[in-house]
C-alpha cells in the first residue's frame, strides 16, 4: 500500500505562485510514477503532469506546460508541483497519484491517490 499526502494549497492571487507537496509513504516510493491531476466542482478530474520513477521523463498538459514544474525528491519520499503565473482556470482540487506502470495521462491507470488539497486563484 502507499498512502499519499498533499499539502501547499491555498488561495492565491492571478499571477502569482505555489508550490505543493506530496508526502508518501508505504512501499518504496521509487519505483511508481508520480502524478497531478485537479478537478474542478462538476467537471472531470483532469491531468495536470506525471514524471517518472526515475525522474528521467515528464510530461505535462498543455493548459500549464511552461508555468507548472513536477519534481520528486525520492529521498524524502515526496513530489512536488511548483506553479507560476497562475490563472483562475487553475482553481480546483489537487490531487497526486502513485502509479505502478511507467505513468500516463489517464486518471484510471494510477493505483492510489491522496485526498487533495484546493488551490485558489483569484483576481
Known amino acids: 500500500q502507499v498512502q499519499l499526502v498533499e499539502s501547499g494549497g491555498g488561495l492565491v492571487q492571478v499571477g502569482g505562485s505555489l508550490r505543493l507537496s506530496c508526502a508518501a509513504s508505504?512501499?518504496?516510493?521509487?519505483?511508481?510514477?508520480m502524478g497531478w491531476f485537479r478537478q474542478a466542482p462538476g467537471k472531470e478530474r483532469e491531468f495536470v503532469a506525471f514524471i517518472s520513477w526515475n525522474l528521467r521523463y515528464t510530461y505535462y498538459a498543455t493548459s500549464v506546460k511552461g508555468r507548472f514544474t513536477i519534481s520528486r525528491d525520492n529521498a524524502k519520499n515526496t513530489v512536488y508541483l511548483q506553479m507560476n503565473t497562475l490563472k483562475p482556470e487553475d482553481t480546483a482540487v489537487y490531487y497526486c497519484a502513485a502509479s505502478n506502470g511507467v505513468g500516463s495521462i489517464k486518471a484510471d491507470e494510477y493505483d492510489y491517490w491522496g485526498q487533495g488539497t484546493q488551490v485558489t486563484v483569484s483576481s
Open positions: 508505504g512501499r518504496t516510493f521509487s519505483n511508481y510514477a
